[in-house]
Structures are given as C-alpha cells and as structure tokens.
C-alpha cells in the first residue's frame, strides 16, 4: 500500500470506515456466490450431458437387442447354430454405466444446490450492509448541508426585503414601473421561494445529478468525494 493510500484511509470517518469494510465484504460475499452459482451452472450441464450419453446408451441396447433378433431369426432358419454375441451383455453395461452416472450427477446437483442458498443469502446481507453504510456516510452530510440551505435562505430573505425597500420608494403608477411592479409583487407573495418542486424531482433533476452519480460510485468506493 502506497504513503498515499495509508494517508487517505487514516483520514476516513467512522461512517467511511464501515462503508470500506462493507465493501470489501460484499465483494467477497460476491464471489463467492458466482463461484457457486458457476458450480451449480457446471453441475447442470453435467446432469445434461450424461443425460443424453444414457439416452443414446438405451438406444444402443435396443439396436443390439433387435439385431440378436435378426440373427437367431437367420441362424434358426438356416437351422445353424447361434454363434457367441456380446453386443446385448456390453450395451446392457454401458446403460447401466450411464443411469448411475446420472444418478451421481442429479445428486451432486442437488448438494450443489442446497448449498447455494448460503453464499447467496450472505451476499444479499452484505449488499444491504453497503447500501445502509452509503446511506450513514449521506447522513453525515445532512446538518452541513442544512446549515447551508438556511444560510442561503436567510440571505435571500434579505435580499428580499432590500427589494421591498426599494419598491418603497417608486411611484406604483408611473410610466414604465407598473409591469415590474407586477412582476415583483407576483414573485415576492405569489411564488415560492424555491426555483422547483422538489416533489420527486430530485430523482431527475439536474440539480441532483452530481449526487446521484457520487452516491453510485460511494457504493463502489468508500473514498469518493461527495459534491459540495
């Protein structure tokens, strides 16, 4: 680990700690629920492969059944004897071979199965352990951030009262003043001061989009810089 690296971490909050460590954890959490998943995905194919290789096995059987038909049919109407044959005994085998191998395979499956119920219920805690350790890391951010809004509203507010100072001051009638006076009188009593709804929009809106972006790349890395 580089000097940077060791000075970047010993700068991290409680909150980014734990977000660092959730990280971590849900990576390997995550690998190992794709090393299960692949293990069961493996096992599929097997049980599907030695599947087919019994199905041919029974259809070799029944070729060798039907020819030693033909051939005592042949050998009893040339009234010969039976010469020796052990096409029925090897297929017979080969299947046999074939259904305890697929029995192996099903149950391996099976196991493979069971057990990845685990490794995919621990990845799902850690997911949610990362996304309430982002959320902690968020919140630590809120009251700076309140703090701000205040200021910036309480600022407004006076320049707001500024403006009815000087609207005090000008003639309502007077040529050319009446149209900003409507437009002043609409903004200060009839408008909020805020510039949008905030209802929903803050999943959309522009304002946000650097947040959003932030907060997706905190759940990736627990030293990403939060927007001012």
Request: net charge negative; proline share 3%; charged share 30%.
């Amino acid at each position: 680990m580089s000097k940077m690296n060791v000075k970047l971490a010993a700068q991290r909050s409680p909150e980014r700690e734990e977000l660092a460590a959730a990280i971590a954890a849900n990576l390997e959490a995550q690998r190992s629920a794709e090393a299960a998943r692949a293990a069961v995905a493996l096992a599929k194919k097997i049980v599907a492969d030695v599947m087919e290789k019994r199905e041919a096995a029974r259809g070799a059987l029944a070729a060798a059944k039907e020819s030693h038909s033909a051939r005592i049919a042949v050998a009893a109407s040339a009234g010969e004897a039976l010469s020796p044959d052990s096409a029925i005994r090897e297929a017979r085998a080969r299947e046999l071979e074939a259904a305890d191998e697929l029995e192996s395979a099903r149950s391996a499956l099976a196991t493979l199965e069971a057990a990845l119920e685990d490794p995919e219920a621990t990845h799902r805690r850690a997911q949610t352990r990362v996304s309430k350790a982002t959320e902690a890391v968020v919140f630590s951010q809120v009251d700076a951030k309140f703090a701000e809004i205040r200021e910036a509203q309480n600022a407004l507010g006076e320049k707001r009262l500024v403006l009815e100072f000087m609207m005090h001051y000008l003639d309502h009638f007077a040529d050319g003043r009446r149209e900003m006076r409507s437009k002043i009188d609409s903004f200060m009593f009839n408008i909020s001061p805020f510039p949008v709804n905030g209802f929903g929009q803050w999943k959309t809106h522009p304002a946000t989009q650097a947040w959003r972006e932030a907060v997706d790349a905190l759940m990736r890395d627990a030293d990403t810089e939060l927007p001012k």
